[in-house]
């Protein structure tokens, strides 16, 4: 099971490349939508970047719940241990 | 093609196409489908329920719900029925929806299941329609006493972010739509063999009208995509051999890094760098495009089939569409408003000039305000809007002697396209092609304790994904002895109730009064010259 350090690094590098942002600009505990200005199309794009890099399938409708990178690494992390 | 009403349409439909597939999304096994045949008996399903919840012809019904058959069948049901639909924006919060909802004086709500919350104790609640459960609706041969549908009728009312603090309801008629509709085989070649993959919002008119009413006319085949997600498009694209998409430009941008990102992970960036340039080259110096042939791989992953993209909603990055150019593909940019149904040009698969919105579509009038050669835009047709609902003072500020004055600023060349050179509003334009009206946050935010008053304007991005786009930054003076923490506090639940695109993604503050003119208004313009955003 992925330590969630690493994950948070990685699933932050992940979303540093999509919205072409540099690495340094990424908190996890920042808002994605509203401090990153992240819109549902982006958001999808990144679940689909996270379901590539680890082979999950991360249902759409999180995008409702998932407020900050911690929130995705929370998510990722169960889906991961199921 | 002669000009029906959206009734005859969907009759006209099943005697023409019969059982060919007219809508269809991916389930576990396989597609969900529906042919001609099949829409014209659900909609018959649907308008006999509505009926007996009490739609007349003239009665508006709302309709909310993500893509899928079920909503267009459902929006073709109502309209056919000269039932006016008011579709809504899957995003919006309930207290939105509720507003919208009342203002249009909705009889019946048509929705996804997980929307039932949303008219929880209200008169609406006991007046739905579910769109999971259309099946469960009892056969009929028809609605009882059907009213003869005019092309005059209206038959949607589009709620738009208003510029006066409530959105407007575009009122768009039979006519409208389908002046659009009926032309877009002229434009774009569309028949029976298209195969469209729908994949922005249907309540959004361009969807509604492009990518839904135009290929339903014309006898195509819409699959709903189940996910926004890039590879399931992809995988949506090679199952059903998709020929046509419309997108807006946010949308292409993450099509083209992911597939840029996919080059990298394969260490294939400098074989994709030599390709692209002998692509150009080629282009440039002989009017070839071999894009097709040096990049059969990629037009592989997108199924081999697309003949092109659509781009709408916002202005698309002329070098994006050189890119996907390069590779082959060719992006189709059309220029409009939903009080224009929403098409007013568009540039077409024999006249594609990078940069312009193309010539005014046929029946379209297009002129520059004042016979200037650059200046506010002008638009006639039947395609203009009746009006806004319940708004006559401001139809009359937008539509003048007929002419729609769509706020935006271009001008058109000697050869007859036009051009977007900015705008004369103060409207704000996210990547993704939605509009935010300021005076409808101001008028939100203002509402707040801890805000005296507040100035939203529209930014560019300076970095990342959406850099050159624009996003909603509020000059804000707070409240006597409210501090900055605190109004940022509030700014935050505040931006919690609101549809993700119309967020405040960055706050100013100010201590003076903000600058109005006499009869109080701010001067949004004088704002964001002191701010150095213009």
Not at chain 2, 77 to 95: F, N, T
Not at chain 2, 399 to 404: C, N, P, T, V
Request: with cysteine; charged share 25%; proline share 4%.
């Amino acid at each position: 099971m992925p330590d969630k350090n690493v994950l948070t690094r990685e699933i932050s590098e992940l979303v540093a490349k999509i919205i072409k942002l540099p690495l340094e600009k990424i908190n996890p505990q920042a808002n994605l939508f509203n401090d990153l200005g992240i819109d549902s199309l982006v958001g999808v794009e990144i679940f689909a970047a996270i379901d590539k890099k680890y082979r999950i399938e991360v249902p759409e409708n999180k995008l409702r719940s998932v407020q900050t990178i911690a929130d995705l690494v929370a998510t990722v992390q169960g889906m991961l241990n199921k | 093609m002669q000009l029906m009403t959206i009734t005859e349409l969907v009759a006209r439909n099943a005697r023409q196409y019969g059982r060919q597939v007219a809508f269809q999304m991916r389930e576990d096994n396989g597609y969900r489908q529906y042919s001609f045949d099949d829409v014209l008996e659900i909609t018959k399903k649907i308008q006999t329920r509505l009926q007996k919840l009490g739609v007349v012809k003239g009665d508006r019904v709302g309709l909310i719900g993500e893509n899928r058959p079920e909503w267009s069948m459902a929006w073709l049901a109502i309209v056919s029925l000269g039932g006016v639909v008011v579709p809504l924006d899957a995003v919006l919060r309930q207290e939105e929806a509720r507003a919208l909802l009342a203002d249009s004086e909705a009889k019946v709500l048509i929705c996804a299941e997980r929307f039932l919350e949303y008219v929880q104790g209200t008169p609406l609640e006991k007046q739905i329609i579910i769109l999971e459960k259309l099946a469960e609706l009892s056969s009929t041969n028809g609605p009882d006493n059907s009213t003869a549908v005019a092309l005059d009728d209206l038959a949607s009312i589009v709620y738009t972010s208003g510029t006066t603090g409530f959105p407007k309801g575009v009122m768009l008629s039979h006519r409208n739509f389908m002046s659009i509709a009926t032309v877009a085989d002229q434009l774009f070649d569309i028949g029976p063999n298209d195969n469209f993959l729908s994949v922005l919002p249907l309540h959004h008119t361009f969807e509604t009208t492009a990518g839904f009413l135009s290929a339903y006319t014309l006898g195509a085949r819409i699959t709903y995509a189940e996910s926004l997600k890039s590879h399931n498009l992809l995988r949506n694209m090679q199952e059903t051999g998709t020929t046509i998409m419309c997108g807006v430009p946010l949308l292409y941008q993450l099509l083209f890094d992911g597939i840029n990102r996919e080059v990298e992970e394969k260490k294939l960036t400098r074989l994709f760098a030599v390709l692209t340039a002998i692509s150009r080259f080629f282009i440039k110096y002989f009017q070839l495009n071999l894009g097709r042939q040096l990049f059969a791989t990629v037009h592989k992953k997108f199924g081999g089939k697309i003949r092109f993209f659509v781009s709408g909603g916002a202005a698309i990055d002329p070098n994006l569409i050189r890119s996907f150019e390069a590779m082959g593909f060719i992006i189709i940019q059309g220029y409009g408003m939903t009080e224009a149904a929403p098409i007013i040009s568009a540039n077409t698969l024999k006249n594609n000039p990078i940069g312009a919105v193309g010539k005014p579509i046929p029946g379209v009038e297009v002129k520059i305000a004042g016979n200037e050669l650059v200046g506010e835009i002008l638009a006639k047709g039947p395609n203009i809007m009746k009006g806004y609902y319940k708004r006559p003072e401001i139809t009359a500020e937008i539509i003048k002697a007929g002419w729609l004055h769509t706020g935006d600023v271009g001008y058109i060349d000697e050869k007859g396209d036009l051009y977007i050179t900015g705008r004369s509003k103060d409207v704000i334009v996210t990547a993704s092609g939605v509009n935010v009206y300021p005076d409808e946050l101001e008028f939100l935010l203002n509402k707040l304790p801890e805000i005296k008053e507040s100035c939203i304007v529209g930014d560019k991005v300076k970095a990342g994904l959406r850099k050159g786009s624009e996003e909603v930054v509020a000059i804000i003076v707070p409240a006597e002895n409210v501090s900055q923490a605190a109004v940022e506090k509030a700014v935050k639940a505040f931006n919690q109730t609101l549809a993700d695109y119309k967020r405040v993604a960055r706050i100013i503050f100010r201590q003076e009064e903000l600058p109005k003119t006499r009869l109080l208004k701010v001067k949004r313009f004088a704002m964001r010259q002191e701010l150095g955003l213009i």
